[in-house]
């Protein structure tokens, strides 16, 4: 039946993409699967043309059919990675480093040509310049004597696909990961980082501090400490260890501390460390406890029909809050509830401001009123209360100046338009 | 019953019994605490060894957009060719294999750089009078294209550039996310085929360089 069927695209499609796909290498004619694989109507063109030429003998073969189509989808993606994507040493004059990396690709038979860009490049080796679907590379740096300037520098490990051959619009993929370099600074050189998370009132709070020698000289790291401070008032000390560090080296400060010493609020830290020179760094983090803030809600709605209700809160405790939700109460002068509504529970990430929204019905009500929110949250209750006026719409007046517009339309044209002498 | 006499003979047994119960339940305090001191302890450090490599990887889902045979119509100077889902051919008998334009995803871990290039101009690939050759970078998936800043490209997204084999042609993302939610974009082309264009087998190259950050 294949025979059959090759014979009769041969016959009649000599030139179409069909017999092309049958008759040479799939993988050289992706363009032509591809459009065959897409138009399946074309196919069926074809076949309806010989019904009209020729005398059609020709039933399909489904598994063929289903063979192309499976090829197909093969064939309409491409994919090229690069494992791993990116490495990172320190400089030492004359050093030899030698790197695995992983080139893969979905195409068995795909040609994919190795080669190297950055500053770099000029020192890379690769055991292999070219490679059939996916293989491992082995590069060799040789570091030289010296770089300059000092800071980060690049060795990119690029992989391309050989162009594809027959397709309009074809695609190829050029990937690189890379290995960065660092060449340290002359002299002293520290680089910090802070890790100071928010927490809550009377957590143990983890601070990390991460020092790390980028200088030529050796560090020893003396007076490291992480002050704190509140709206530029000085809270707090934490001294950490002093530590010697020697030449790419680097330590991680870790300082537990209670955070009941200090009050909710927002907070600034400066860590720093001597060297003798000082280096610096600094962040904000939030201290936390169990308060819902209501930071405004709805004061002003008119009384005709039902209206929404909204309240903006911000959640002040480190931790996430759910099923949260207010009541409402509108009181008159008297001190009497005029109106009541209750929003829906809604869920609070940690420290996350959101709009809790309801519906309240003012209907008979007119003028200066008092609302009070309660907001209810983990067993915990925020009570604000405000001024609430609810005005009315006067329909009447409305009307009466709808009309009088109208009239005067209607007077204009009539004086204006209507009344223009002929010529 | 105060009055019956007790055996000497069960008083006798039963402090054995009661001594050799003493004896069994200091045996099984010695054999309970010695077993668990084996089995048992307080953690006081823990390590976990777990290595996730990184890989940069990127797959053109859709990798080639062809019109197949075709020419323009007798009574048109042009035929206008798209990649989009309808209206893709205008005064042409082509048809389009493969609607909705070249489209690729950052399928690895790791954050990437994308930038396209195209190996010819509207001349060389077309030729004829006045031909056009352009494209257009958009989101498949919101926030796939990002600026150095994280933010949305906003000036070479989302509007037609004449695409050239000079780099002033090129359409890139300086961030190319590999978050599964945001890292597809797609590339769509308006080629213009004049009727005194090149004949034969056209074609052209569409290179996507990408380089890990």
Known sequence: MKKKYLFFMSQVLPETTAFRLWSTSITRNLCYLTNFCATKSKDFVCIQKTSVNQTPHFSVNWHIVFLIILFCSFTVSASLGISPAKEEIDFTPGAVHTFNFIVSSDDPNKKIKIYFDGDLAEYAVSNVEDIVGSGEVIV??????????PGDHALYFRAIESPPEGEFLGSRIDIGAFVKVFVPYPGHYALLYMDFPDGNVGEIINVGLAVYNKGTQPLNLRRSKVEIYSSQTF????????IDLSFAGGYNHRYSFNSSELLPGEYFSIASVETPEVWQTNGTFRI???????TYFTTNISGNSIQPFFINVQNLWNNDAKDVYANVNITNSSGQSVAYMRTPSVNFAKWEQKVIQGFIDPTGLKGNYTATVELNYLGKTTIVSGQFFVKSINYLLYSIIAFALALLLLALYYFFIKRRPRK | MGDEKVSPFLVFIAVIAVAVSLFSLGLIYLSANTLFSQISGRVTNGETNLTVNTQ???NFTTRAIGWGNGRVNQDANSAS???FATNNVTGGNWTLTTAGGLRIENIGNVNVTLNLSVAKTAVTFIGGTSPVYQWNLT??????????????????????F???????GNLWCDVFPFNSAKDTVRVDFNITVPENSLTGALGDIITATVTAL
Do not use: H, Y
Not at chain 1, 140 to 149: A, G, H, K, M, V
Not at chain 1, 288 to 294: D, Q
């Open chain 2, 162 to 168: 004449t695409a050239t084999s000079a780099n002033t």
């Open chain 1, 235 to 242: 809270v707090k000390t934490l001294d950490l260890p002093d």
């Open chain 1, 288 to 294: 936390g406890s169990l308060f819902m803030n209501i």
């Open chain 2, 81 to 83: 060719l798209t990649t």
């Open chain 2, 139 to 160: 989101n498949v998936e919101a926030a796939s294209c990002l600026n150095s800043s994280q933010q949305n490209m906003s000036d070479r997204m989302n509007s037609w």
């Open chain 1, 140 to 149: 060799t740096l040789t570091l030289p004597n010296s770089i300059d300037p």
């Open chain 2, 56 to 58: 940069t990887e990127i």
